[in-house]
């Protein structure tokens, strides 16, 4: 079974940027396709961006294509999600999740799809 940590939350300004980092232990990271997703305060949590288990094939949302990047390395057992021009609508609780038994290029987008939750990691963007 595998254990997700994410890391790489904290405060910024509009505009800015952070990276979050979601590292794996306890299972062979490449065996798991990745997501990431976000609770913004008062909503459901909802489906930021996957990638899938060799890196090859993404999707992210529409509210964040052109500002989020998802990527991963297998070599470190390890998910990023680069947030560019951050909103303050962006602020909320970042999850990474894991999702097994994907062929190589598969691309999950629902929440049900995903067995395995980090904790979470919040991002709050000031104005």
């Known amino acids: 079974q595998v254990q997700l940590v994410e890391s790489g939350g904290g405060l910024v300004q509009a505009g800015g940027s952070l990276r979050l980092s979601c590292t794996a232990s306890g299972g062979t990271f490449s065996d798991y396709a990745m997501g990431w997703f976000r609770q913004l305060p008062g909503q459901e949590r909802e489906f930021v961006a996957t990638?899938?288990?060799?890196?090859?094939?993404?999707y992210d949302a529409a509210s964040v294509r052109g500002r989020f990047i998802i990527s991963r390395d297998n070599d470190k057992n390890t998910v990023y999600l680069q947030m560019n021009d951050l909103r303050a609508g962006d602020t909320g609780v970042y999850y990474c999740?894991?999702?097994?038994?994907?062929?190589?290029?598969?691309?999950?987008?629902?929440?049900?799809?995903?067995?395995?939750w980090g904790q979470g990691t919040q991002v709050t963007v000031t104005i």
């Open positions: 990638i899938s288990r060799i890196g090859t094939n993404v």
């Open positions: 999740a894991a999702h097994s038994g994907a062929t190589y290029y598969y691309t999950p987008d629902q929440k049900w799809e995903y067995a395995y």
